[in-house]
């Protein structure tokens, strides 16, 4: 029994230098996740909506895969026709499962975010964003073994386990906020730089599959910049750096995208090619490319593992996918590009 909830404590609180916590999901490709990175970015983009999606498997080399399907869409419309400063609102849903006793994780988050134009020109924005949501554990304990069960040299799943199980399932209650700033200076507006910081768990919740003991999730920080850039007219960068901390351990990622466009004078590019590399620290290197095609993009990235798992996992980390999809409404066609936001 020890050995049980010592194995589903690992799971819930593994530290995030490896894998961000079980608790607190992480992704490859963080700046597709707007929301769980920082509240304030929701809504920040130069369309009226836009709708992503993630699938993320990693450790199926190890044991069964990690599995994560994430589903989020962000609506985002200026406080008045005359204004210049915008509300944005959105929804995000996901699923994590996780190891041989279906260790899983559902949950779903509603975000907003007021952007406030600082300047005549509207070249920078101040956000401040906020973010509430609703978390369920839950783990199948039938599929847990012990030693009782092993009789005569042989394993019988129906003898007794002559243990007492755990809660199979717990859910909670989370809070967060954040603060963001883009600017694109200059008469061209040919980059862009941002710059955020958030927290989460700010009701720092009790969780614990024991009928004894509570566990207090620690409040999460999050440092959020980047950049974007065009050299040309086809030749674009796009550098990325993240960091997170909860409790002791923490999480710094940085890297970046180079973007070649397809171009024809006087309209937007039909498709723009992406490739590049992403450094999680002390645990991946991330090769990654991304495929934009008009409003619809689709993302792949790979994690090579590095970590002192190297030997184990073989340098097999995790596959991600990302799918996003935005656009403008006819009508504000011409009226809502005003808004020089970051180009994800």
């Known amino acids: 029994m020890k050995g049980l909830l010592i194995f589903l404590f690992t799971i819930i609180c593994w530290p995030i230098d490896h894998v961000l916590a ?13 929301m769980l990175r920082n509240p304030a970015l929701t809504g920040v983009f130069s369309d009226n909506y836009k709708f992503s999606g993630i699938y993320r498997s990693q450790w199926s080399s190890i044991t069964n895969p990690y599995e994560t399907i994430h589903m989020a869409g962000e609506y985002r419309f200026a406080l008045g026709r005359n204004s210049y400063d915008f509300f944005s609102f959105g929804l995000l849903g996901f699923m994590d499962e996780a190891g041989d006793l279906n260790q899983k994780i559902t949950s779903f988050y509603t975000s907003i975010n007021i952007s406030k134009s600082l300047d005549q020109r509207n070249n920078s924005y101040l956000s401040f964003g906020f973010i509430g949501g609703y978390s369920q554990y839950s783990f199948d304990p039938s599929k ?9 040299g042989f394993f019988d ?22 603060v963001n700033y883009n600017v694109s200076p200059g008469n061209l507006n040919d980059v862009t730089y941002i710059i955020g910081f958030s927290g989460y768990h700010f009701t720092q919740p009790t969780f614990s599959y024991s009928r004894d003991y509570k566990y207090i999730q620690n409040l999460r920080f999050n440092f959020n910049a980047a950049m974007i850039r065009d050299l040309n007219d086809k030749v674009l960068l796009q550098g990325q750096f993240n960091y997170a901390r909860q409790g002791s351990y923490f999480e710094l990622m940085i890297g970046g995208l180079a973007g070649y466009k397809s171009f024809t004078a006087f309209e937007d590019p039909d498709y723009t090619l992406y ?18 095609y008009k409003n619809t993009s689709f993302g792949l990235s790979y994690d090579v593992n590095v970590s002192t798992l190297t030997e184990a996992s073989n340098m097999r980390g995790g596959l991600e996918l990302t799918a996003v999809i935005s656009g403008t409404y006819p009508k504000n066609k011409g009226y809502d590009k005003k808004t020089l936001c970051p180009r994800f």
């Open 144 to 152: 847990a073994t012990f030693n009782a069960q092993f009789q005569n």
């Open 157 to 178: 799943q129906n003898n007794p386990t002559l243990e007492t199980l755990p809660l199979p399932r717990m859910s909670l209650v989370d809070i967060g906020a954040g």
């Open 275 to 292: 490739a590049g590399v992403f450094f999680r620290y002390q645990d991946a290197i991330i090769p990654t490319v991304k495929l934009k």
């Open 22 to 34: 079980q608790a607190d999901i992480h992704y490859s490709q963080f700046y597709e996740s707007s």
